[in-house]
């Protein structure tokens, strides 16, 4: 298994596992963008896969100093790495045919990026990207000779960098960790879910990972004490309002972590049972979280069969659309409050319960955060962050760039909130 670490970000670094994926996290990947699961984290080219956080919400503690080191509740012994016939693979030695017949190329690396992007990438709206153009881009690199591996790096660096999207970039072999096994269990190979089921266990309960320090860094034994780190992100109270609509139910949603549906629902339980037969779902200054749990929430609102949120890319695997499954859990009409803090998973459930006529949105225009991103490894360790697709509402409206526009600035009395609902059945209907 993979471990990539995440830079800048307001977690620990050095684990893809709950931190990364119930957090936001820019600087590693879109987190905006839905999760994708991976067969295999252990690769051997051509197979390419999505670094995948695992789910849960539990907390290893993991920090990263130099080499690695690990929070107060976890100790860690460093022993040194076994001899091995695997060739170390550092950015700065020289990687040509003859000197490594059996590995490799410069070019072939420069190569396989250029093939991911030209096989998944997606122009997010700059206009930068065309076939013709990067086919040019190919031309002029595989036709030159790369003496070293750093500038096979240097190269795609750059290539990628042409293509005007911030989200799309290189990830360096020295930024991934090797997890080698889990409490003496070997995972190499294994599954993302695998490892998961080895790492999780019950609060306070201490697991050992073994761990590699990048291609050629040392092997740590670290002992970690399991910590749920997930709080609830619900706030709800019971309001009465003046514009007729009487009993309310407000729920303000902070966050979609792994506690976020769950919560919700025992929230939305215990309004319905003082009196709320209404609900106003507050996603003011929901930046996101989890895509998945942002989906399973609007699903609590929809009817099954609808359409809560389609993803479009280049590659087929990105082109599907998602939709309710069940019964939802109130069938009223909903209030949802936005603002330009709204983005991301808070965007798919705005849009999802807007485009099917659940609800009307009030506030102001929302941040327009709608991507995906997938990260492939290469055969020699590095990886490239890719964009691969984009969310579109049930409406065919694009979040990215744009935003969604509410429906009214301020809450409005209840007959026009029923009138604004009838109009949008009947758009649909028509």
């Not at 050095?14 to 990364?20: A, E, K, P, R, S």
């Not at 065309?130 to 790096?153: C, F, G, L, Y």
């Not at 929901?286 to 890319?313: M, P, R």
């Not at 991507?371 to 962050?385: A, K, P, R, W």
Request: charge should be negative; glycine fraction near 6%.
């Amino acid at each position: 298994m993979r471990v990539v670490f995440c830079y800048n970000c307001s977690i620990p670094r050095g684990i893809t596992t709950d931190f990364i994926s119930s957090h936001i996290c820019p600087k590693f990947i879109s987190f905006n963008s839905e999760p994708r699961f991976s067969k295999h984290l252990s690769l051997k080219w051509p197979q390419r896969v999505l670094l995948h956080a695992l789910t849960g919400a539990l907390s290893f503690g993991l920090l990263v100093s130099a080499p690695f080191s690990s929070a107060t509740e976890s100790s860690s012994l460093q022993i040194p790495s076994p001899p091995s016939s695997e060739y170390c693979r550092e950015e700065e030695q020289d990687q040509t045919a003859e000197t490594a017949p059996d590995l490799v190329t410069n070019e072939s690396i420069v190569e396989e990026a250029w093939e991911i992007v030209n096989d998944s990438f997606l122009d997010a709206g700059k206009h930068r990207w065309s076939p013709e153009r990067w086919m040019q881009k190919r031309e002029d690199v595989i036709n030159s000779s790369i003496q070293t591996r750093s500038k096979a790096h240097d190269i795609i660096r750059r290539m990628l960098a042409s293509l005007g999207d911030p989200y799309t970039r290189f990830i360096s072999p020295s930024q991934g960790d090797e997890i080698l096994s889990v409490n003496g269990v070997d995972v190499r190979g294994k599954s993302a879910f695998e490892v998961s089921s080895i790492l999780q266990g019950p609060n306070e309960t201490f697991v050992t990972i073994e761990v590699k320090h990048g291609n050629c860094g040392p092997i740590q034994l670290i002992e970690v004490r399991r910590q749920l780190v997930a709080r609830s992100p619900v706030f709800y109270r019971l309001e009465e309002m003046e514009n007729g609509i009487g009993s309310v139910g407000y729920l303000h949603l902070k966050e979609f972590n792994a506690l976020a549906r769950k919560d919700l629902v025992i929230a939305m339980k215990r309004l319905q049972d003082v009196g709320a037969s209404n609900f106003i779902l507050d996603l003011r200054d929901n930046l996101g979280g989890l895509v998945q749990v942002g989906i399973e929430v609007a699903k609590l609102f929809l009817n099954e069969g609808e359409t809560v949120i389609y993803t479009v890319g280049r590659d087929p695997q990105f082109q599907k659309s998602i939709i309710a499954d069940s019964a939802p859990m109130v069938t009223t009409p909903v209030i949802v409050l936005v603002n330009h803090n709204t983005a991301s998973a808070s965007e798919i459930v705005a849009t999802a319960l807007h485009d099917n006529c659940r609800a009307v949105l009030v506030g102001e225009r929302t941040f327009g955060k709608g991507l995906i991103q997938s990260v492939f490894e290469l055969h020699d360790g590095s990886g490239v962050v890719v964009t691969v697709g984009k969310y579109v509402t049930p409406n065919r409206m694009d979040i990215n760039g744009n935003g969604i526009e509410p429906d009214f600035r301020s809450i409005p009395a209840w007959d026009e909130i029923t009138k604004h609902l009838s109009q949008c059945h009947l758009q649909r209907q028509g």
